[in-house]
């Protein structure tokens, strides 16, 4: 199985900055896309940003300029700066991973790490 653990939510006031982290361990042949969806009370998951295996990048409206992810190996890090209220929500690490050279690739989740902002 594979395993992603999250770090580094927490409280923060609104002009801040934090930085999560998410780690992927256990069965994994390859790694393809990595990144970040968020989820506020009441509100649907929504895509954060995501990167390739080859660097691409994609930012939803609501964070560019603000928010840069980026990745080693199967590690994946979201460097969030000047936190507004409306960032508050749970964050959710993925990985779209080949399990072996046999599989296809399937989305794995972590738990979650809630992040906190303040006004």
């Known amino acids: 199985q594979v395993q992603l653990v999250e770090s580094g939510g927490g409280l923060v006031q609104a002009g801040g900055s934090l930085r999560l982290s998410c780690a992927a361990s256990g069965s994994i042949f390859h790694i393809n896309a990595m990144g970040w969806y968020r989820q506020a009370p009441g509100k649907q998951r929504e895509l954060v940003s995501t990167i390739t295996s080859g660097g691409s990048t994609n930012y939803a409206d609501s964070v560019k300029g603000r928010f840069t992810i980026s990745r080693d190996k199967n590690t994946v890090y979201l460097q969030m700066n000047s936190l507004k209220p409306e960032d508050t929500a749970v964050y959710y690490c993925?990985?779209?991973?080949?399990?072996?050279?046999?599989?296809?690739?399937?989305?794995?989740w972590g738990r979650g790490t809630q992040v906190t902002v303040s006004s």
């Open positions: 993925y990985a779209e991973t080949r399990v072996t050279i046999f599989s296809t690739y399937g989305d794995y």
